[in-house]
């Protein structure tokens, strides 16, 4: 087993020279300032219109915004389709994966016999952004977006949002729909076990 | 004057002195995880401590059997909140021992990778949080930094920055996304520098040193009797880990070391996390190395979602795939215990299924826990001060502790 043990040393002894306490002062000094130096460089290079070079760690938040990682879950969103309708057919799979339950669908027929969502209230406040509604959805027809900001509201009751507000176009949700197609892909097929 | 010396005078009744009680937290900050002590003290030493627990529980227990077995895994994230993929990697391993699948070696490595970036942001954390509170902010921002680098990692990889929900029952999510090799690498030379800065500003710092050395210690022998794991037990000299005592995953195939301390007091307890985040990323380093291609859930349908082109061209699989969701997957009747290596210890589930789509039971056997009772036995005779650094050093997550 390669495994080893390895023995912390917590004999930490101080020299003269460590306990004089300047020296050591001016170490430490040292370490925070050349963190300083660096920050202060790099908002330097930032007002110079070089923003690759920079080398801090904060964002100035309104102003400017991060791109999140093409896995990142954000905002869950019902699919419009390009014809204009939502492509959810209110089979209820996500409504029974949600696990706080935040989805509540009613269902309904069009005159060709199709079925359509009358009503998809996803509750805001309650969504914990797993994403199993996106995982489970037979139609591709919800998926997590990239939308992070502003989901705040000052209550409750305005976090529910009603179809209308969660229907995207298609062309938008393109890539995250190919993502989620790539996934647990490369195995067998349903042989036959129920 | 004349009083004071007069024959009968009794200096402690005269003046009213008795030990003080008072209430330190839920909303105290160095309480982090909502906690209470109950503290009678005498001028500064403690006296007695009664720890109240309990503020963030949250019925995990219980929301479990109402949920699919594989509706838990969002729920495990919010354990150890600081450590959230360990939590989903103790659960799907206990369920798949439950049913008697392994997964492919690819998978095993995936949850090792996201196994170790955890329990690095969870030392991250705990360490940076310990130099704050005995006032080192400094120190505390230089790891807060590192620990932003790896939640970037891990968000490219899971999906989310703090409940990574990623794991599942036969195995994971998502595959490494391009380029994750690199920017690894990247985040860990940076990680080294920032580790570099934070021991230099602490390690040989006689503030830091006296408030953490010889404070808050406890016997070898206590440790074991009182259920101490992880790297509280490590700290006194016990090299016992999960990881090398029972190899789970692909920990057995890989290069590292346990670090131990000796005397496990704060100091040793610092020190240990303090090494074992080197050690994470060398392990990190080695998966990223050797892992293997191939597949990443195990290859039986009734154990893996499948894939959304299979759903959308095949009626059969469509047709599992509704049952599977409406009915849960039905693991069958048991039950099981599956320790793993949590940041803190030795986190084990124990389940319990009656054949039906949902746990019958799952009990989190919580590392924190039994720390957590021993505090009086560690602080009991110390200074108030020393309260701070013993708790620090315990790491209570609230989440985990009370669940």
């Known amino acids: ?194 | 004057m004349s009083e004071l010396i007069r024959p009968g005078y009794d200096f402690h009744k005269e003046t009213h002195t008795e030990p003080m009680v008072i209430n330190m937290g839920p909303s105290h900050p160095a309480t982090h995880g909502t906690v209470r002590f109950f503290l009678t003290l005498d001028g500064e030493i403690i006296e007695q401590i009664e720890v109240e627990i309990g503020y963030l529980h949250r019925a995990f227990e219980k929301e479990c059997e109402n949920q699919f077995w594989n509706g838990v895994f969002p729920y495990t994230d919010r354990l150890d909140y600081t450590a959230a993929a360990l939590n989903n990697v103790g659960y799907a391993l206990a369920a798949e021992k439950l049913i008697g699948i392994t997964v492919p070696e690819r998978c095993q490595y995936l949850r090792v990778i996201a196994g170790e970036l955890a329990r690095l942001s969870g030392h991250y954390t705990n360490l940076g949080a310990a130099a704050l509170e005995l006032g080192a902010l400094t120190a505390f921002i230089y790891f807060v930094e590192a620990r932003e680098l790896v939640w970037d990692l891990i968000e490219s990889l899971c999906g989310a920055r703090l409940t990574h929900n990623y794991v599942r029952i036969g195995g994971v999510t998502a595959d490494l996304p391009e380029g994750f090799a690199e920017h690894a690498r990247e985040v860990f030379r940076r990680n080294r520098e920032l580790w570099d800065d934070f021991a230099k500003l602490l390690l040989k710092n006689r503030i830091f040193l006296d408030r953490m050395r010889a404070t808050g210690g406890i016997s070898r022998q206590d440790a074991i009797e009182w259920g101490f794991t992880g790297p509280c037990l490590r700290a006194c000299g016990v090299p016992y880990d999960v990881r090398r005592a029972q190899p789970y995953l692909v920990y057995g195939q890989l290069d590292f070391d346990i670090p131990v301390g000796e005397t496990g007091d704060n100091l040793d307890r610092f020190l240990v996390r303090l090494e074992e985040i080197n050690q994470s990323i060398r392990i990190l380093e080695q998966c990223l190395e050797r892992i293997p291609p191939g597949p990443i859930n195990v290859d039986n349908p009734e154990w893996r979602q499948p894939s959304k082109d299979d759903i959308h061209r095949d009626m059969e699989s469509m047709i599992f795939h509704f049952k599977n969701t409406f009915e849960g997957q039905k693991i069958p009747a048991g039950e099981v215990y599956q320790a793993i290596e949590g940041a803190n210890g030795e986190l084990g589930f124990y389940l319990v299924s009656s054949g039906a789509g949902k746990p019958l039971k799952c009990r989190v056997r919580p590392p924190c826990f039994a720390l957590t009772s021993a505090m009086p036995l560690m602080v009991k005779g110390a200074f108030l001060a020393d309260l701070i650094p013993t708790f620090d050093m315990i790491n209570l997550i609230g989440g985990e502790c009370d669940r």
């Open chain 1, 1 to 194: 087993m390669a495994i080893g043990i390895k023995k912390v040393d917590s004999n930490i002894t101080l020299t003269l020279w460590e306990r004089m306490y300047a020296p050591e002062i001016i170490r430490g000094l040292y370490i925070t300032m050349r963190h300083f130096t660096v920050n202060l460089w790099g908002l330097a290079l930032e007002a110079l219109g070089r923003r690759d070079k920079r080398k801090i760690m904060t964002v100035y938040y309104p102003e400017e915004t991060l791109t999140p990682p093409p896995a990142y879950r954000g905002r869950p969103v019902l699919v419009r389709a390009e014809n204009g309708l939502e492509k959810c057919v209110a089979c209820g799979l996500c409504e029974v994966a949600c696990p706080p339950k935040c989805i509540k669908i009613t269902g309904g027929e069009r005159e060709n016999g199709d079925r359509y969502p009358l009503t998809y209230e996803l509750d805001g406040g309650r969504c914990i952004f797993c994403g199993f509604c996106e995982e489970v959805c037979p139609k591709d027809a919800i998926v997590m977006s990239a939308e992070w900001r502003e989901l705040c509201e000052y209550g409750r009751a305005r976090m529910v949002y009603q179809k209308e507000a969660l229907l995207y176009p298609q062309r938008n949700l393109q890539k995250r729909i190919n993502l989620i197609r790539s996934r647990y892909f490369g195995v067998s097929r349903y042989r036959g076990k129920a």
